[in-house]
């Protein structure tokens, strides 16, 4: 990929640009995060009112689908900008910022978004009946 | 700059826009080149490209060879290989040092002072200084027929078919109306220099008149279609072993122009037939659009043009030329001074040559 050299501009804008970066990043992170928590959260309790109010599950369910969709697309789409903002604001920090980090941020959400699952369903739920008939 | 501006100086070039400025750098880059084009040269009549490294590479080997001999000064295989082409008696060939040099040579054994050399005109500026070395008189014929200014003085009347620099074309059956007409004792010298650039007829039509003619002794040469200028090599064909012995060289061709041409006739017809065809291709295009132009443009049956702009000597029109890097031939020296003599090259030479004409009109 190729982009301009632009004339280094003062140290200390190149450092509030390196924090500003780091806000990005961290923008980004906590939308790929939203993926796996909140936003199907949201969404099943947005989908529990439409069942609640028009007294079908099938609008329900099909809510919850059409909306997590959506919204990830929507999501990805916001953080592909902000990933793209992240690599113009590196660049003005001072780094050679080639590519984005959203394919490696979506991977490491997923990989924490995994993590948590497996210690909530393992740990906090609990194993299953058949595990454990007891409680 | 705003804050967005700022930052988006930073961003990706796109490459299709990038690809689109160096496209357009590059067209810069090439107008200029050709702004700083060198001059073309379109003066001369030989083969502009240099020979194929195989036939030099036979003259060079040769050269590595027994050199401190002398070579076969009968030029046995090339003579051979010439009288197989042309359907003659090995004996009936002779191999000189160019064209000019046997036709030289056949002059001085014909002509005698007080003799006359007739010609047509304009023509080939040797022709007169062929019958002046031999103490004769030029017959210059600038209209109407060769045969008419023929008398009991004329020995030898010379034909350069195509003509240089005019690149017309006598036929085989008006030259032999023509060789027909004229009295017995006359010797015609035939000078097909540049009958290989001909599309009008097989290209040895008027050479099998010497079977009909015993005095006809046609000359041609490796210096042009052959591309072989530097190296010296014409033959002639003819029946009168008189003459024929008169313009062979005393001691041959040397051995490495004997290699070489021995190659180039074994190899050399698939090339020479390619760069006919292309000369005849070009010759049209260009003779069509300067005619398109409005400038009068013979009917070429050679490797070059002769060009008359109306209202414009030849020398004017030729400087007007080079002032714009196209260097042709001004047709003073040739003979006649309205006219100038332009080679038929590639399209690229073509495309110079009519724009520098446009530039002059």
Sequence with gaps: MRYRTVEPTSERRRRADALFAHGLLAVELLLCLSLFGPQPLAWFWIGSQVDYQTGYVTAGIG?????CLASLMLTMALAKRVDHAWKLVRRAAGHRQERGALERIFATSVGVALVLFTIWFFVIQGPGPTLAPGT | MGFRDYYRQFDDIDEAKLNLERRERRRREKAAALERAPDIDLAGTEWPDLPHSEIVNAAIARARGRVNGYPDRHASAVRRLLAERHG???????????????????????????????????????????????????????????????????????????????????GSEELATLLSSLPDHLHVLLD???????????????????????????????????????????????????????????????????????????????????????????????????????????????????????????????????????????????????????AVRGEAASNRLLRAVENVL
């Design chain 2, 192 to 342: 097909e220099a540049l009958v290989h650039f001909q599309d009008a007829e097989d290209v040895d039509a008027c050479l099998r008149l010497v079977d009909r003619f015993p005095r006809l002794l046609v000359v041609r040469t490796f210096s042009k279609i052959y591309g072989l200028s530097g190296l010296r090599a014409g033959y002639a064909i003819g029946s009168d072993a008189r003459v024929l012995a008169a313009a062979a060289p005393v001691l041959g061709v040397n051995a490495l122009t004997q290699a070489a041409v021995e190659y180039a006739l074994r190899n050399g017809d698939a090339e020479v037939e390619r760069r006919r065809q292309a000369v005849a291709r070009e010759r049209k295009v260009l003779t069509d659009h300067l005619r398109e132009l409005g400038v009068d443009v013979t009917d070429s049956q050679a490797n070059f043009l002769w060009i008359r702009v109306r209202g414009m000597s030849g020398d004017r029109l030729a400087n007007g030329l080079r002032q714009q890097g196209v260097i042709v031939a001004p047709g003073g020296p040739l003979g006649e001074d309205h006219h100038i003599r332009a």
């Design chain 2, 88 to 170: 003659v008696e090995p004996d009936r060939v002779v191999l000189g040092n160019g064209a000019a040099d046997l036709l030289h040579a056949a002059a001085l054994a014909l002509l005698s002072a007080g003799d006359e050399l007739v010609m047509q005109w304009p023509s080939y500026p040797l022709y007169p200084l062929l019958a002046a070395h031999a103490g004769a008189t030029p017959v210059a014929v600038e209209s109407g027929s060769v045969a008419a200014a023929v008398n009991d003085r004329t020995a030898a009347v010379v034909i350069c078919n195509p003509n240089d620099p005019t690149g017309s074309y006598i």
């Design chain 1, 63 to 67: 809510t919850i689908m059409i909306g």
